[in-house]
């Protein structure tokens, strides 16, 4: 049986953590950033963890990571 393949765009947008788990960057700060305030910026640099329903489906994607 073949190699399975690692989705490339999920592995650049999700990392593991030692718990098992995944965590993610939050969108919205890309561009279009002088009508946000800045509060609202630094509360988007936090990042957050995988809700446990969706963590079988980046699995999936990332089977060797």
């Known amino acids: 049986m073949p190699k399975m393949k690692t989705n490339r765009g999920a592995a650049k947008r999700f990392k593991r953590t030692a718990s098992g788990g995944f965590k993610r960057a939050q969108s919205h700060r890309r561009h279009i950033l002088t009508k ?29 990571v």
């Not at 946000?36 to 060797?64: C, F, Q």
Request: glycine share 4%.
């Open 36 to 64: 946000k305030s800045t509060k609202r910026k630094r509360h988007l640099r936090a990042g957050l963890m995988i809700h446990e329903a969706d963590v079988s489906m980046i699995k999936r994607l990332l089977p060797y």
